[in-house]
Nanobody, 125 residues
């Protein structure tokens, strides 16, 4: 499975961006898909995750009510709509895919088998 992110860029605080992630390869094995982020000098952190059928979602507290994760299995894509962006949202955003569907570990980076290269989001104040 290969994952490629797009949609990052520079935006002012309060603005919006939509990240996209395209999966290719053995996509039928993909269960959970998620977004993580890593700011300079910080550890990678969980942002959001979505189950295969889209019925289960979860978000980090820091992004709840501002970010929305969605997926389109017909296109092998997952999205992250980010609204009301803040300077502290500045980071490299990574798409991740899991093949085991163990929901209990959904916020753990080690749960995910495949990762994209990341897309940079910079929010100016």
């Amino acid at each position: 499975v290969q994952l490629v992110e797009s949609g990052g860029g520079l935006v002012q605080a309060g603005g919006s961006l939509r990240l996209s992630c395209t999966a290719s390869g053995r996509t039928l094995n993909i269960q959970l898909m998620a977004w993580f982020r890593q700011a300079p000098g910080k550890e990678r952190e969980f942002v959001a995750t979505i189950s295969r059928n889209g019925g289960s979602l979860d978000y980090a507290d820091s992004v709840k009510d501002r970010f929305t994760i969605s997926r389109d299995n017909t296109k092998n894509m997952v999205y992250l709509q980010m609204n009301n962006l803040k300077p502290e949202d500045t980071a490299n955003y990574y798409c991740a895919a899991d093949t085991s569907a163990r929901w209990i570990w959904r916020k753990s980076a080690s749960q995910y088998d495949y990762w994209g290269q990341g897309t940079l989001v910079t929010v100016s104040s």
